[in-house]
Each structure stands twice: as structure tokens, then as C-alpha cells.
């Protein structure tokens, strides 16, 4: 059975930092496609950033620059590290496995930047 498990999310300062983590089983990670999605009150699910299995990433424009993604394909963990965060980023964090048409997600993890 696949899951992924985030965590990490809190309530943090406009201008501070926070990382997700996202632990996954039941698949074999290195193959997979992990992202990280998410979603604010009344707003569409988006992508934040994901990597391949090769370590290629890309991160939507918002972020850019003050968003990392990394993976760690022994320890099967996949993180975010977040800096000088804005009020806009507060939303719940998805972690995310996509591999040939398939999705896996986590339950999220909520980010609450205050101004």
C-alpha cells in the first residue's frame, strides 16, 4: 500500500523559513516523478515544484528563487525547503508520487505565513 506522509508545515513570520517532508512507502520511490502541490482557501490545487527521477526540477514562477526541492531516493524522503516566505504562500502542502498516468497523494500539511 502506497503512502505519503508530510510533515513540517507550522505558523512562521513573512521573510522566515520552513521545510516539508514528505515520507513515501509502498512504492518504489527512485522511479517516481515527486512533487509538491498546494492548495489555499478557495483556490485550485498548483504545483509548486517537482523533480524526476534524474533529480530534473522545475518550480512555478511564484516560487522561484526562494523555493528548493530535493529528494533522497535511499531514504525514500522527498523535501521542500522554504525561504523568505510571504502570506501568500499559506495553504496546505501536498506531497505528491506520479509515475505513468498514476498519482499518489499525501493528507497534506498546512503552512500558515503571517504578515
Known amino acids: 500500500q502506497v503512502q505519503l506522509v508530510e510533515s513540517g508545515g507550522g505558523l512562521v513570520q513573512a521573510g522566515g523559513s520552513l521545510r516539508l517532508s514528505c515520507a513515501a512507502s509502498?512504492?518504489?520511490?527512485?522511479?517516481?516523478?515527486m512533487a509538491w502541490y498546494r492548495q489555499a482557501p478557495g483556490k485550485q490545487r498548483e504545483l509548486v515544484a517537482y523533480?524526476?527521477?534524474?533529480?530534473?526540477?522545475k518550480y512555478a514562477d511564484s516560487v522561484k528563487g526562494r523555493f528548493t526541492i530535493s529528494r533522497d531516493n535511499p531514504e525514500n524522503m522527498v523535501y521542500l525547503q522554504m525561504s523568505s516566505l510571504k502570506p501568500e504562500d499559506t495553504a496546505v502542502y501536498y506531497c505528491n508520487a506520479h509515475r505513468d498516468a498514476v498519482d499518489y497523494w499525501g493528507q497534506g500539511t498546512q503552512v500558515t505565513v503571517s504578515s
Open positions: 509502498g512504492v518504489i520511490f527512485s522511479i517516481y516523478l
Open positions: 523533480i524526476t527521477s534524474t533529480g530534473r526540477t
